[in-house]
Nanobody, 126 residues
Framework: QVQLVESGGGSVQAGGSLRLSCAASGLTGGSACMGWFRQAPGKEREGVAAIYSGSGNTYYADSVKGRFTISLDRAKSTVYLQMNNLKPEDTAMYYC???????????????????WGQGTQVTVSS
C-alpha cells in the first residue's frame, strides 16, 4: 500500500523560498502522477502542481506559475515542490497526492482520485 510522507513546510517571510518533499513508499514500479494540493482555512482546495513520471510532463496552477517548480526523483520515489518568491496568499496546508494509472480528466482530477499524504503547513508572513 502506497504511503506518502511530506516534509519541508515552515514559516517564511514574503519573498522567501521553501522546498517541500513527498516521499512515496510501497511503490512497486510503474508510472504515477504525483503532485500537490493546498488548502487554506475557509478557502477551497486548490491544485498546485503535478508531474507525470512516465512523460515528465508538468502542470501548474496559474497562481504559482513562474514561482513554483515541481520535480521528481524516480530513484527515491520522491516529488519536490520548490517554492520561490512566496506570498502571504501561499499560506496553506500543502498535501501531496499520487495516482497510478489509469488516468483521465486532467491532472487535477487524477490527483483528486489518488492517495493523499497528511499535509505540511506553509506560512508566509508579510
Amino acid at each position: 500500500q502506497v504511503q506518502l510522507v511530506e516534509s519541508g513546510g515552515g514559516s517564511v517571510q514574503a519573498g522567501g523560498s521553501l522546498r517541500l518533499s513527498c516521499a512515496a513508499s510501497g511503490l512497486t514500479g510503474g508510472s504515477a502522477c504525483m503532485g500537490w494540493f493546498r488548502q487554506a482555512p475557509g478557502k477551497e482546495r486548490e491544485g498546485v502542481a503535478a508531474i507525470y513520471s512516465g512523460s515528465g510532463n508538468t502542470y501548474y496552477a496559474d497562481s504559482v506559475k513562474g514561482r513554483f517548480t515541481i520535480s521528481l526523483d524516480r530513484a527515491k520515489s520522491t516529488v519536490y515542490l520548490q517554492m520561490n518568491n512566496l506570498k502571504p496568499e501561499d499560506t496553506a496546508m500543502y498535501y501531496c497526492a499520487l495516482k497510478r494509472p489509469p488516468y483521465g480528466g486532467g491532472w487535477y482530477r487524477d490527483l483528486t482520485l489518488g492517495r493523499w499524504g497528511q499535509g505540511t503547513q506553509v506560512t508566509v508572513s508579510s
